[in-house]
């Protein structure tokens, strides 16, 4: 079973693929490896010449459905020293 997003329609989950991770739709390219390679120092032209299937939008939504999970989620801190 495929399940895409309403708001990001590149992106698509499904348990039988990539362990249910978001990812490109119609690939097996998670969202959070795209991140990662960008994270690394990878521009978005580098990316796209590595990963001919990608498109430049792909990688912006990507970028945009990550940020979008992130709003209501919060990281716990605690002071150190």
């Not at 895409?4 to 998670?30: E, L, N, Q, Y």
Request: charged content about 25%; some cysteine; overall charge negative.
């Amino acid at each position: 079973m495929e399940f895409v997003h309403p708001d990001f329609p590149r992106i698509s989950a499904s348990p039988d693929v990539c362990f249910g991770k978001p990812r490109i739709k119609d690939t097996r390219m998670p969202v959070a490896s795209i991140l990662a390679y960008l994270a690394s120092g990878m521009t978005i032209e580098e990316f796209i010449t590595e990963f001919k299937w990608i498109k430049r939008e792909d990688v912006l939504e990507a970028m945009a459905f990550a940020s979008a999970m992130m709003q209501d989620n919060f990281m716990p801190v605690t002071k150190k020293g």
